[in-house]
């Protein structure tokens, strides 16, 4: 009887077991969706957008080769060809066309605007209506600061070929990017500087990222469960993340900083402007470098740059208007870069802040329309040699 019942009283185990790991699974499963509806996470676990427009490739981070459709950063249909840039296929030179490359970060891209409205495409009508037989290659990825410039040239100069090689400079972001270089792209979102870091390192950072679950448990045991950041002992032994960045203030300000008269992170941000340029420099070769620096709405209208100083606890006297603009400037005309400022002709406009978006930022469809038709005249020297 004994032996009879053995193989009955294990089935029933095996039920109770199986029952039992279900219900955990539930119950993980309840308590991971109640926490995406009911906790906020921090701001940075859902600040990278479009992440599936991003690929890893052996050379760093790029843009995915062949994608076609939408995305929610951008109206309308988004295409990129087979060499990683926004737009058409890329087919061979014809007869007397001169090609320029427009290097640069989501400001080139075309973050929140039309392809059409892009500033490649805008600059490409002003100069062919203008009688020039011109391609203008948008070479544009969201995220990239100027360290990212040359690495991104090296894989597209063989395949599009430039002849002129224009590199843009966002004062609102570029420097943190240059601090941040690293760039991975995990569980759905764009990562970059120390949180790349862990991505690629930290078993606990991975799982973080993938389950809410799991971050409340490391945010709770960090004792930042309230606050917008993580300590940094749930990144261990990476640095802390998001708002405990040194450079916090800095950041927050979208550029405006280097406006400071005693230097601080705005000359290391020139430092490592003037290596990322010889670097680009020194890739063309003889073909002509052209620098153009895009400012913030901050930079252009005096009353919200004053304002957002203010706003961080800064003193506006501490801060000359223009000042990042002509540290960048020096850097690119020392190494005899041709260098053009976008802030006074978006300053005259009778309407400066229709030129941007709503976060200051990015330019607007008018204000891309604005800069290449400036910049088309401006152009119009090197493109004659």
Do not use: Y
């Amino acid at each position: 009887m004994n032996l009879a019942a053995a193989p009955r009283r294990g089935r029933h185990a095996a039920v109770k077991c199986t029952v039992a790991i279900l219900v955990a699974v539930l119950v993980v499963a309840v308590i991971e969706l109640g926490l995406r509806c009911l906790w906020s996470a921090p701001t940075w676990l859902d600040a990278s957008l479009d992440a599936s427009m991003f690929a890893i490739r052996g050379d760093g981070l790029a843009l995915q080769a062949g994608l076609r459709g939408t995305l929610p950063s951008v109206p309308g249909a988004v295409a990129i060809n087979a060499l990683g840039m926004r737009g058409l296929e890329i087919v061979a030179k014809l007869p007397g066309e001169r090609r320029l490359l427009l290097l640069g970060d989501e400001l080139v891209w075309g973050e929140g605007v039309s392809t059409a409205a892009t500033l490649p495409s805008c600059l490409e009508r002003c100069l062919r209506t203008a009688g020039a037989a011109v391609l203008v290659g948008n070479g544009g990825v969201p995220g990239f600061g100027s360290t990212h410039l040359a690495p991104h040239l090296a894989r597209l100069d063989a395949a599009f070929a430039p002849d002129v090689i224009v590199l843009v400079g966002s004062l609102g972001s570029d420097t943190f990017d240059d601090l941040e270089p690293q760039r991975t792209v995990f569980a759905g979102r764009l990562l970059q500087g120390s949180l790349a870091l862990a991505a690629t390192a930290s078993w606990r950072a991975r799982l973080a990222l993938q389950s809410r679950t799991w971050l409340w448990l490391e945010a709770w045991s960090a004792g930042s469960v309230a606050r917008e950041d993580l300590a940094s002992s749930w990144l261990l032994p990476l640095p802390t993340v998001a708002t405990e960045h040194p450079f916090a203030v800095e950041r927050a300000t979208a550029g405006v900083f280097l406006d400071r008269l005693d230097g601080g992170v705005g000359l290391v941000a020139a430092i490592t402007l003037r290596s990322s340029l010889q670097e680009v420099q020194r890739q063309a070769g003889f073909r002509p470098v052209v620098f153009v620096v895009l400012p913030s709405r901050s930079h252009v209208i005096e009353s919200e740059r004053v304002a957002v100083l203010r706003q961080h606890g800064l003193v506006p006297a501490h801060f000359e208007r223009g000042h990042g603009q002509r540290l960048w400037m020096d850097v690119a005309k020392e190494l005899g870069i041709v260098a053009f400022d976008a802030t006074p002709i978006l300053a005259v406009e009778a309407d400066p802040a229709s030129l941007f978006q709503a976060a200051g930022r990015l330019l607007s469809a008018k204000g891309h329309a604005v800069v290449a038709t400036w910049l088309a005249s401006e152009l119009s020297t090197v493109m004659a040699k």
